[in-house]
């Protein structure tokens, strides 16, 4: 099989264009950017397709908000017949340092609602997931001030590197399966 569902989850509105929840919104846009694709409003969220090495991508930030992404997800699986072993979730995580990358193929939620919702709806956590560290920067009680606030100035320098590493694992997830996707960018 040769088409791939790339699901980056964030939340859709102006207001959390730019804050640490949405980077997996980021990390497709900075991709869609980078390989002059667009994304189109379709039904559950907007999607871009991009071809590569006789492989289809199909980039997908649902619109359901974070903790409906399952519905999303689970609707552009079937409607394209993708295989849950070629869906790649990305998602912003706590618990990694600023910019960590850390990809598994099957996993828990990890208090994350936005998986929490996907696991719900696929009846599943075996789908690969795509963790990206923001830290735990936060004092006791204003976790949800943090996930949701913007990143600050360290963090928006390096982002535009991290993100390009992150165009580098959805297309090594790809084109050489998530083992060596798994070798070459956890950690980094």
Do not use: C
């Amino acid at each position: 099989m040769n088409k791939f569902l790339i699901v980056g989850l964030g939340n859709i509105g102006a207001e959390y264009l730019n804050t640490r929840h949405n980077i997996g919104f980021k990390a497709l846009d900075y991709f869609a950017k980078k390989n002059s694709i667009s994304f189109e409003t379709v039904k559950l969220g907007s999607m871009a397709q991009y071809r590569f090495k006789g492989k289809t991508f199909f980039l997908l930030k649902p619109n359901t908000y974070m903790n409906l992404s399952g519905k999303a997800v689970h609707y552009w699986m079937t409607q394209e017949k993708i295989p849950l072993e070629n869906i790649l979730v990305i998602t912003d995580d706590l618990n990694l340092s600023f910019g960590t990358i850390r990809i598994k193929p099957k996993g828990s939620d990890g208090g994350h609602n936005g998986l929490k919702n996907i696991n719900l709806l696929l009846n599943t956590q075996n789908y690969s997931r795509f963790r990206f560290g923001i830290s735990d920067e936060f004092k006791k009680g204003q976790q949800v001030n943090y996930v949701l606030g913007e990143w600050d100035e360290v963090e928006k320098e390096k982002l535009p590197e991290r993100l390009e590493v992150a165009s580098e694992v959805v297309i090594s997830f790809g084109t050489s399966g998530i083992g060596n996707t798994m070798t070459t960018f956890n950690g980094k």
